[in-house]
């Protein structure tokens, strides 16, 4: 059963990555990027949950790949293709469609990549990154250019391929995505004062107290570890 909590996690990152793609199609962008947003915090939880109950597995690897690629990239594509490209017709969905395309290539380029875990960067922005940034953006569509959001969303698709070295934040004492729950509250908190007739889903809520209490857990175990260590080096 407990081999399987992982995989429970990175198949909720992917229904919420669905449910991002159900919201765009009904005009929901506002929720369909919260969705998205809170897969990448489901993203930031499973690996550390495998590694940390000693059940990591090719399966799971793969499994978190399929996951991210509907996630961050199908997702995000359809959104964007909602907001931004949607007066283009069906130019706009090739172009929103080439996000996945390179996401798909920088996932397959990360897999094959032996020496992932050991490296202190990654070649290539994440399609995590790059997803969750477009989700970011479009909180702020009302506010930002067109043409600055197409900007930005072509230049993500040209850096996941790229080989730039971004860094992969692995010695940083807390989960590598905890940046994102204070940018969506920041988010959050910007777009309602300039816009209260914007509603969010409560599973927004329900996703940031999850959360906080995963860095709980995670700070307490680290400082946990850290202790042991000092005692066993005494």
Known sequence: MIKHIPNGITLSNLLFGFMSIGATSIGDYQNAAIFILI?????????????????????????????????????????????????????????AGTFPIFGAIRLARFNIDSDTST????????????????????????????????????????????KIPVPSLKNVPIPKYTIIITALLISIIIVTRYNAMIEYSNLIIVAIILYILFLIIFLFLKKKRIKRAEDYGN
């Open 39 to 95: 897969g990448m915090m489901l993203d930031s939880m499973d690996g550390w949950t495998a590694r940390k109950l000693g059940v990591e597995s090719t399966f799971g690897k793969e499994l978190d790949s399929l996951a991210d690629i509907v996630t961050f990239g199908a997702a995000p594509a359809m959104l964007i293709f909602g907001t931004t490209f949607t007066d283009l017709g069906f130019i706009g969905l090739l172009i």
């Open 119 to 162: 490296k202190s960067y990654f070649t290539g922005v994440p399609i995590t990154a790059a997803g969750g940034i477009i989700a970011l953006l479009t909180l702020f569509n009302y506010a930002l250019p067109q043409a600055a959001i197409s900007a930005v969303y072509m230049l993500l698709c040209i850096l996941m391929v790229s």
